[in-house]
Every structure is written in structure tokens, then in C-alpha cells.
């Protein structure tokens, strides 16, 4: 497998996980409102991500979008555990959200200035 076939696989699976976060959002909307705040980007995400699997080159920023927020959202939940503010049941869905955002800049296609790289480098 292709690291582009490997980014579309991993685009569907990520956009699925986050598009089946509609399920909770529907449980907790009267309960938990900032939880249902957080998962409707999340299923937005969702939906964006499928979308992007046609044309990951085009959709570059974001898919860096994308591993960036699940870093800070990591981040945030990872140090919230530590502290005791959130169960540490919460560090399974940190390892989660670190692992979609270093497999996506793993799989990250070149920009353009890449592209342009070897041309530039010939000219010299």
C-alpha cells in the first residue's frame, strides 16, 4: 500500500470515528453541554474528512488542522488526567487523538513549495 492509499484509509476510518461521535452528542445534549459543544465539531470534522478522501492533496490544511487540534485536545485532556480534573480513564482517548494526528502528519502530502523543490534545486 502507497502512502496515499495508506492517508485515504486512515481519512475514511478517522472521519467514520469522528462522524460516530453523533451518537453520544445526541445522549448528552441535555446533560453535558459543553460535551455535545465539542462533539458536534467533532462529527463536522467527521463529515469534512470523508469529503476530503477524493482529493487529499487539495484538502491539505486540512488534514494539519485536523492533527493539530487532536494534539491540543490531547494535550488538554492529557494534562486535566494528570491533575485529576477528568478520570485517567480519559489518557485511552489521549493516546487516541496523539496517534490520529501523528499518523496524519505521517501520511501528510507534499505542498506545493515541495513539489516545486527539485526544479528549484536544478536551477541552482
Not at 465539542?38 to 487529499?56: A, D, E, H, I, K
Not at 490544511?61 to 485536545?73: G, Q, R, V
Not at 496523539?98 to 513549495?113: Q, T
Request: glycine fraction near 6%; charged fraction near 10%.
Amino acid at each position: 500500500m502507497n502512502r496515499k492509499s495508506a492517508l485515504k484509509v486512515v481519512l475514511v476510518v478517522v472521519g467514520l470515528l469522528f462522524l460516530a461521535l453523533a451518537y453520544p452528542l445526541v445522549l448528552f445534549m441535555r446533560q453535558e453541554a459543553a460535551v455535545s459543544m465539542m462533539l458536534s465539531l467533532y462529527v463536522t470534522l467527521g463529515v469534512f474528512l470523508l469529503l476530503t478522501v477524493r482529493n487529499p492533496p487539495a484538502h491539505r490544511s486540512l488534514i494539519l488542522f485536523t492533527a493539530w487540534s487532536s494534539f491540543a485536545h490531547a494535550a488538554v485532556m492529557g494534562y486535566q488526567a494528570i491533575l485529576g480534573m477528568v478520570d485517567r480513564g480519559e489518557l485511552v482517548g489521549v493516546a487516541v487523538l496523539a496517534a490520529i494526528g501523528l499518523i496524519l502528519l505521517i501520511l501528510l502530502p507534499p505542498g506545493k513549495d515541495a513539489e516545486r523543490l527539485p526544479a528549484l534545486m536544478a536551477s541552482q
